[in-house]
């Protein structure tokens, strides 16, 4: 019984053994190169972005600066013209993901306390986010729109209007502004010191 039993367990874990081998060979093209990490002008006009919205949030005293700061991360790209295309697609998703999250909130105040409004809503939100924006060809902002949709979605507070869905919408507006901003005028300024410095 015990050989018969080994006969077949010795070749699954076998199996399983070389699977896991197989994963582990995944793995190794992400090493940590020290060549690579470095400060480029991409990597620091991100953070100054994000330096601008969490400041510009503070000094105002502004809730929901998480989403004008992932904004701003998704919206910066290498240049002004790209950061525009891709902000004003991230606009649009946005406010797909806005709009979903809108009628969510709504049929969650239909349906206090239901725990199915939770469980279907926000997989179908997603679903309805990520097809409006394939519809609409903003399909490479699917990732922002959808995560817009479930940061409102998933942290509306109790008894909350329907303002903060809007609210929600207009600081993702926010941090693509500051995003195009920061890529407009740091090529500005980084000539004007040139100048002055020569």
């Not at 994963?23 to 090493?31: A, C, D, E, G, N």
């Not at 950061?83 to 709009?99: K, L, P, Y």
Request: charged share 15%; with cysteine; proline share 3%.
């Amino acid at each position: 019984m015990i050989a018969k039993v080994g006969r077949t367990v010795v070749p699954q874990l076998f199996t399983l053994g070389k699977s896991f081998m197989n994963i582990l060979r995944y793995f190794k093209r992400y090493r940590f190169d020290p060549k690579k990490f470095r400060l480029g002008m991409r990597t620091f006009k991100t953070g100054l972005s994000v330096f601008l919205v969490l400041v510009c949030f503070h000094w105002f005293g502004w809730d929901g600066m998480q989403i004008a700061a992932l904004t701003a991360i998704f919206s910066l790209r290498e240049d002004f013209n790209q950061s525009v295309h891709f902000g004003m697609s991230r606009v649009i998703a946005n406010s797909i993901g806005g709009f979903y999250a809108l009628f969510y909130f709504v049929l969650e105040r239909a349906f206090p306390g239901n725990s199915w409004v939770l469980l279907l809503g926000v997989p179908i939100g997603v679903m309805l986010t990520i097809m409006t924006c394939v519809a609409t060809n903003t399909g490479g902002a699917i990732i922002g729109g959808s995560a817009a949709f479930l940061i409102i979605s998933l942290s509306i507070p109790s008894g909350e209007s329907v303002l903060y869905v809007f609210t929600r919408v207009l600081e993702t507006f926010f941090g693509v502004f500051v995003a195009i901003l920061v890529n407009y005028d740091i090529n500005r300024i980084r000539s004007m010191l040139l100048k002055r410095i020569s």
